[in-house]
């Protein structure tokens, strides 16, 4: 009966297993004291140790080389206020409910019986307590996480060929995106140690405010001096509003009607072309651009060269001859939030609009 349930909890780990930014120009040399002040000015009151907060700030500030300017800095907090209210690990209510709808979900998608996978989390974990008493007592992301790392460091080789199954994959106070965090650190150094991996560093404020800032920050878009987009772009991916926008102008050029939601290729790596690649290709006759050229310039989407790409300029320049004025070259992506923590009817455009209310709030401050 083991045997089969370790063959089991191999499936259930091969189930759960189902850009980072360009550098921007160094900041003007630092004055510690100014620093922690303008930082100290903009948090909120009745934070909890706030001289910490303070020092992770700053460090994230330092380490990327960015402009700790009043915007800058409040842009962070905000986006820290809404995701977490200042919590490193915070307490989520009903999490061991949320995680088991997670599981149910997956397995159903991969055609494993569900009680197949409840079986296998009957199993005594390394603390002595199953994992099934473990999920149902979780009350942080952290605790649920590090389950299913104990879970997976069970089966023989699970860490080597599961290494991506976690179902937490934003965490921290600033709820980062693992795999952002995991490529921005293969191309820009973590300036601290890292004790288990990238995606356990998240789970500390110093990671998280470190890579938070990196996805906030450390790109050059066409909307640098509105914040708005960048609060977006967050939650949506960088660059996706200027891609909603740019899926907005394909919309007027073709006269095929697109959902603007900033990806300009399919999300699950599909071979067949998206609906935004296809009215594209309806233009290609006009753009003198053969399918191949099309879909080189798309894949483009996640970093400021497609901006200077031929599709790019050229289907603008329809747009806003069609439209007899220039169209904006950044949007709200129109995206509907979906997750395993979300439980009522949230968009980016909400989140957007929510987090920069915090930002006005922190610069009047």
């Known amino acids: 009966m083991r045997t089969h349930l370790l063959a089991a909890a191999a499936m259930l780990c091969a189930l759960l297993a189902s850009c980072a930014g360009e550098r921007p120009e160094n900041a003007p040399a630092a004055n510690p004291v100014e620093d922690r002040g303008v930082i100290d000015r903009a948090l909120p009151q009745g934070i909890a140790d706030r001289s910490g907060w303070i020092e992770d700030i700053r460090a994230a500030f330092v380490a990327l080389k960015i402009n700790q300017s009043r915007e800058n800095v409040c842009a962070v907090i905000a986006v820290t206020e809404q995701e977490s209210g200042f919590h490193v690990d915070p307490v989520i209510p009903n999490l061991g409910r949320i995680a088991w709808r997670e599981i149910d979900k997956r397995a159903a998608r991969a055609g494993v019986s569900a009680g197949i996978v409840h079986g296998v989390l009957e199993l005594d974990s390394p603390n002595g307590r199953s994992y099934r008493d473990r999920i149902d007592h979780a009350r942080t992301e952290k605790e649920l996480s590090d389950i299913f790392e104990d ?14 199954w976690n179902p937490i994959r934003t965490r921290g106070p600033m709820q980062v995106n693992v795999a952002f965090a995991e490529r921005f650190a293969q191309s820009t150094s973590y300036p601290y140690p890292v004790k288990e991996s990238i995606g356990d560093e998240l789970f500390t404020r110093r990671g998280s405010l470190y ?16 914040y708005l987009f960048r609060f977006a772009d967050f939650n949506a991916g960088q660059y996706s509003s200027r891609n909603a926008a740019f899926q907005l102008a394909v919309e007027s050029a073709s006269g095929k009607p697109l959902i603007a939601d900033g990806a300009l290729l399919p999300h699950d790596g599909e071979a067949k072309p998206g609906s935004t690649e296809l009215a594209v290709r309806a233009l290609g006759k006009r753009l003198n651009l053969s399918d191949e050229a099309i879909h080189a310039a798309l894949e483009q989407g996640r970093s400021r060269d497609f901006e200077r790409s031929v599709v790019y300029t050229s289907v603008f320049e329809l747009a806003d001859r069609r439209e007899g004025r220039p169209l904006g070259r950044a949007a709200i992506p ?8 979300i439980t009522s009817e949230l968009t980016t455009d909400w989140y957007a609009h929510r987090v920069a209310q915090r930002f006005g709030r922190c610069l009047n401050r």
């Open 334 to 341: 129109r995206i509907k939030l979906e997750g395993p923590k």
């Open 151 to 164: 879970f997976t460091g069970t089966v023989p080789l699970g860490r080597t060929l599961f290494a991506s």
């Open 211 to 226: 890579f938070g800032t990196a996805h906030l920050l450390t790109y050059a878009a066409p909307y640098d001096d509105r």
